[in-house]
Each structure stands twice: as structure tokens, then as C-alpha cells.
């Protein structure tokens, strides 16, 4: 007799072959949190950790055929990830479509550690129109909170901003403040608050030298997971930033570029 298989979280993003980020880090991740992954590539991506240097979307009748494929299996959470295009993202909004009640985590992957833009003006207009209104949270970053609602004009009135997208149909969002602290925090910590129109919540966690290639899929994926594991949003929220912090403070570091966050158990 086999054990019964985990909660499933669809995931819906890019490969990254160095693994610390896309599908492979948001399977690692889910794996850890007590999930299994589904995952189907949107893109297939040419970097290394330092940057991005190629995107090559995923075409969408694969996509589509991918999930097809997984449709007699019970799914309890959907990740999307990032969405190099137009056409991918028509397809991962009918995705999701087809999956009522189901909780999604979207993480707005819109530039990579390295730089290298991911996105565009007109596929973020599109992105806010089409997927946000079918989004439960987004986990977006200062950084990307303020690209996703440029009609705001106080670069640093984050509540405004996630109020904005709150009434394009998002149920809520998870800000964090890893890249681009709020202004007035102390130096030595990472502030992540979360927005809901029932509830604010705020989390301050030790700041971790060096820098991380991954960082925001593992707690988009880790976030997914306790969803679909059945934990309510805003203890899911913290487990995840939990995992998180626990995962980059074990993280390894290459010869080169950013550090890969370790979302495997590892002793010693």
C-alpha cells in the first residue's frame, strides 16, 4: 500500500537551470512544506546566478496540453510564476479558469536579481486587467508593488498601492521588503506585511547578509503549499516566510553570483 499523495500545487513558471529559481525551486519548496508540485515550464530561460541573459516562452497549446493531461488529478493550489508573453499568459488565465475555488499564488517575476527586464508596460496592463481580478494573494516586492500600480504617485504609500490592486479583484497581498526596505526600518531587519481587506499583518525577520537567487519563489511556492495543506492565509503567510528565512540562512554559495537559497533539509 502507498502513502497517499500530498496536497498538489499546479505550478506554472519558468525553468531556471541553475535551480534556484522557477519550477524546480517552487517543487523543492512545496516538497518541503508538505505539498507535491505539478509542474508545467511557461519558459525555458538561458542564466546562470549572476542574470538573465534569454527567454524563450513555453508555446501555449503545450502549456495547455500539459494540464490537460493533469486534469483528472485533484489540485488544492495553483503557483504562477513568471509570464515571459502575451500568449502565455491568455493560456494561464484559462488555466486557472478551469480550476474554480482553488487557491492561486501569484509571484510577479517582472525583473531578474541580475537586472535583466521580464516583462513589459503592455504585458503588465494586460496582467493587472485579466489575471488579478482570478488572483487569492500576490507576492509582490516593493519594487514590483510600485511598477504594478504606477497611477500612485507616493513612491512610498505601500498600503495605497495594495489597496489599488486589492480593488482590481486581488484578494490580497503579500509585500515584501527584502530588496527595497521601507523607509524609517532598522537596517538589521526584512519587513514583509501582509494586506487584506479583513486583515494587516506585519512580520520583521533578521536581515541576512549577501544577496539570494530565488528568494521570492520559495516563499511564493512555500505559501501555495500551507494553502493547499489547508492552513488559513495569514498563519500560511507566516510559515512561509518562516521556511523562507530558515532556507536562506542555509543557502549555498557558488563561485560566482548570488547565493541559492536551500529549501532541502540538510544536517550539519
Same mark, same amino acid.
Given at each position: 500500500?502507498?502513502?497517499?499523495?500530498?496536497?498538489?500545487?499546479?505550478?506554472?513558471?519558468?525553468?531556471?537551470?541553475?535551480?534556484?529559481?522557477?519550477?524546480?525551486?517552487?517543487?523543492?519548496?512545496?516538497?518541503?512544506?508538505?505539498?507535491?508540485?505539478?509542474?508545467?515550464?511557461?519558459?525555458?530561460?538561458?542564466?546562470?546566478?549572476?542574470?538573465? $541573459?534569454?527567454?524563450?516562452? +513555453? =508555446?501555449?497549446?503545450?502549456?495547455?496540453?500539459?494540464?490537460?493531461?493533469?486534469?483528472?488529478?485533484?489540485?488544492?493550489?495553483?503557483?504562477?510564476?513568471?509570464? =515571459?508573453?502575451?500568449?502565455?499568459? @491568455?493560456?494561464?488565465?484559462?488555466?486557472? !479558469?478551469?480550476?474554480?475555488?482553488?487557491?492561486?499564488? +501569484?509571484?510577479?517575476?517582472?525583473?531578474?536579481?541580475?537586472?535583466?527586464?521580464?516583462?513589459?508596460?503592455?504585458?503588465?496592463?494586460?496582467? /493587472?486587467?485579466?489575471?488579478?481580478?482570478?488572483?487569492?494573494?500576490?507576492?509582490?516586492?516593493?519594487?514590483?508593488?510600485?511598477?504594478?500600480?504606477?497611477?500612485?504617485?507616493?513612491?512610498?504609500?505601500?498600503?495605497?498601492? *495594495?489597496?489599488?490592486?486589492?480593488?482590481?479583484? /486581488?484578494?490580497?497581498?503579500?509585500?515584501?521588503?527584502?530588496?527595497?526596505?521601507?523607509?524609517?526600518?532598522?537596517?538589521? +531587519?526584512?519587513?514583509?506585511?501582509?494586506?487584506?481587506?479583513?486583515?494587516?499583518?506585519?512580520?520583521?525577520?533578521?536581515?541576512?547578509?549577501? $544577496?539570494?537567487?530565488? $528568494?521570492? /519563489?520559495?516563499? *511564493?511556492? =512555500?505559501?501555495?503549499?500551507?494553502?493547499?495543506?489547508?492552513?488559513?492565509?495569514?498563519?500560511?503567510?507566516?510559515?512561509?516566510? !518562516?521556511?523562507?528565512?530558515?532556507?536562506?540562512? @542555509? $543557502?549555498?554559495?557558488?563561485?560566482?553570483?548570488?547565493?541559492?537559497?536551500? !529549501?532541502?533539509?540538510?544536517?550539519?
Amino acid at each position: 500500500m502507498g502513502t497517499p499523495l500530498p496536497p498538489v500545487v499546479l505550478v506554472l513558471g519558468g525553468h531556471d537551470p541553475t535551480g534556484g529559481a522557477g519550477i524546480v525551486a517552487d517543487s523543492e519548496a512545496i516538497a518541503a512544506c508538505g505539498g507535491w508540485a505539478f509542474t508545467i515550464p511557461t519558459a525555458l530561460t538561458v542564466q546562470n546566478c549572476r542574470n538573465v $541573459s534569454q527567454v524563450m516562452p +513555453v =508555446a501555449p497549446a503545450l502549456i495547455h496540453a500539459m494540464v490537460k493531461a493533469l486534469k483528472d488529478m485533484e489540485i488544492a493550489a495553483i503557483k504562477v510564476g513568471l509570464i =515571459a508573453d502575451e500568449a502565455t499568459l @491568455q493560456v494561464v488565465e484559462t488555466v486557472i !479558469r478551469s480550476f474554480p475555488g482553488i487557491p492561486v499564488v +501569484v509571484d510577479p517575476v517582472l525583473k531578474a536579481g541580475g537586472g535583466a527586464e521580464l516583462s513589459t508596460e503592455g504585458l503588465l496592463d494586460s496582467f /493587472c486587467q485579466r489575471l488579478l481580478p482570478l488572483v487569492d494573494i500576490l507576492t509582490p516586492n516593493r519594487l514590483e508593488l510600485a511598477r504594478l500600480t504606477p497611477e500612485i504617485q507616493n513612491i512610498n504609500d505601500d498600503t495605497a498601492r *495594495a489597496v489599488a490592486l486589492i480593488r482590481q479583484g /486581488c484578494q490580497a497581498v503579500l509585500v515584501t521588503g527584502t530588496d527595497d526596505p521601507i523607509p524609517g526600518s532598522e537596517g538589521n +531587519v526584512v519587513t514583509h506585511t501582509l494586506h487584506a481587506p479583513e486583515t494587516t499583518r506585519q512580520w520583521q525577520w533578521p536581515r541576512l547578509e549577501g $544577496s539570494f537567487h530565488g $528568494s521570492g /519563489c520559495t516563499l *511564493a511556492a =512555500a505559501l501555495a503549499a500551507r494553502l493547499a495543506v489547508g492552513e488559513r492565509l495569514p498563519m500560511a503567510c507566516e510559515q512561509a516566510q !518562516r521556511f523562507t528565512w530558515q532556507a536562506l540562512s @542555509q $543557502s549555498y554559495r557558488p563561485s560566482q553570483g548570488q547565493s541559492l537559497p536551500c !529549501r532541502l533539509r540538510r544536517d550539519g
